[in-house]
């Protein structure tokens, strides 16, 4: 899942982005509205968090432009006003939900969840390969009933390739949606991940799962490509 933070304290964004990454989320952060309206314009996110006042273009501006434009991603409102006036305006100008600062975190991650899932036609559940399966609630991976280990990414790597099974998942795509987007799509950085998430699912199991499909990216299959 990958999540797009609009938010000029910088204290603030840092702390919502390392929380949301320990969870497994991308994460992309602009400190201003008009980078944040670029950024919402031209890459796929499944959430943005958007706070009100923000320098250049305030939150309700761009809340509205995206929903003009038929970007319908899901929106969570962060800002430290409180006032009912307040709360109306930015759910009218198209948010789903509002949270006012300061905020517990706990609730703050329960609200990401619930607007994901609204927002998901897949709704987090247990995703399967045959004898692979991945718990998308408590994050555990299993095979054959044996647990997997997973770092955070090989988690995200594992649950994008199993959203998308049987398809062909580029290099792009992977650093769209499991790298936040100023990852360098250049480096070998995703192959070195792709190899680490092969040994712990594929090398103890007869059976490999996670292809190369050379000149194009990967798939996840239990079927030989």
């Given amino acids: 899942m990958r999540v797009l933070v609009i938010e000029d304290e910088k204290k603030i964004a840092s702390f919502i982005q390392r929380g949301l990454k320990e969870e497994h989320y991308a994460v992309d952060v602009a400190y ?98 045959k004898d692979l399966e991945l718990n998308q609630m408590t994050h555990k991976a299993t095979r054959r009933g044996e647990d997997i280990m997973l770092s955070s990414k090989e988690y995200a790597l594992l649950e994008f390739l199993l959203l998308h099974q049987d398809e062909v998942v580029t290099r792009t795509m992977l650093s769209e949606q499991v790298w936040n987007e100023a990852f360098d799509s250049f480096t070998n950085v995703i192959d070195v991940h792709i190899k680490h998430l092969r040994d712990k699912v594929d090398k103890p199991f007869d059976v490999p799962y996670i292809h190369t499909i050379r000149g194009s990216g990967y798939t996840l299959s239990g079927n030989q490509p």
């Fill in 32 to 129: 201003d509205g008009e980078q944040g309206l670029f950024l919402a314009e031209t890459n796929p996110y499944n959430l943005i968090v958007l706070d009100i006042m923000l320098p250049g273009k305030d939150g309700i501006f761009i809340c509205r432009e995206l929903r003009k434009k038929s970007i319908n991603t899901p929106i969570l409102m962060l800002t430290a006003r409180d006032a009912v006036e307040d709360k109306v305006s930015g759910l009218d100008s198209g948010a789903d939900d509002y949270m006012t600062k300061p905020f517990a975190f706990e609730e703050f991650l329960a609200r990401v969840r619930s607007l994901l899932r609204r927002g998901s036609e897949q709704k987090a559940g247990v995703l399967v390969c």
